[in-house]
């Protein structure tokens, strides 16, 4: 069973992008674009108060006619942070997201972000994890 640790190992120590909740949303966003991803860990004194998705910015500004120059992200964001630590399982983790429907979960241990993994790279792990389960069953089966 992989667990979150290997899905971040895989990863290639890709650097987990954070913002400040004084942060503007449009600040956000542009970060979120450069680095093409969907949400973002919002940091204070090294530790996670928040986290920043797309699905927020979509809910919290633009369709309530918000500016995203004139928008903190401390006021948009979501702070009641749903995380995990390196030794949760992928299903532990997929089963998290589908019942809290959620995208994106921060790991942290020790109050510190390590890392973020995304529904992508948790069925990304989860096909692997089915691949080499296949392989092995046909290596059974013909031997």
């Given at each position: 069973?992989?667990?979150?640790?290997?899905?971040?190992?895989?990863?290639?120590?890709?650097?987990?992008?954070?913002?400040?909740?004084?942060?503007?949303v449009?600040?956000?966003?542009?970060?979120?674009?450069?680095?093409?991803?969907?949400?973002?860990?919002?940091?204070?004194?090294?530790?996670?108060v928040?986290?920043?998705?797309?699905?927020?910015?979509?809910?919290?500004?633009?369709?309530?006619?918000?500016?995203?120059?004139?928008?903190?992200?401390?006021?948009?964001?979501?702070?009641?942070?749903?995380?995990?630590?390196?030794?949760?399982?992928?299903?532990?983790?997929?089963?998290?997201?589908?019942?809290?429907?959620?995208?994106?979960?921060?790991?942290?241990?020790?109050?510190?972000?390590?890392?973020?993994?995304?529904?992508?790279?948790?069925?990304?792990?989860?096909?692997?994890?089915?691949?080499?389960?296949?392989?092995?069953?046909?290596?059974?089966i013909?031997?």
């Open positions: 069973m992989t667990t979150v640790a290997q899905v971040l190992q895989n990863k290639n120590n890709v650097e987990t992008s954070t913002i400040p909740p004084s942060a503007t449009l600040e956000a966003i542009r970060l979120m674009s450069s680095n093409s991803i969907g949400a973002i860990v919002v940091v204070e004194s090294e530790k996670v928040g986290i920043l998705s797309e699905r927020d910015y979509t809910r919290k500004v633009a369709l309530m006619h918000r500016k995203s120059d004139q928008t903190l992200v401390s006021d948009i964001m979501t702070s009641n942070v749903i995380s995990i630590s390196r030794s949760h399982s992928v299903d532990d983790c997929l089963s998290l997201m589908t019942e809290r429907h959620i995208r994106h979960l921060p790991v942290v241990e020790n109050e510190q972000l390590i890392g973020i993994v995304s529904i992508g790279d948790l069925v990304k792990a989860t096909m692997q994890d089915q691949k080499v389960l296949i392989e092995q069953l046909q290596q059974y013909s031997s």
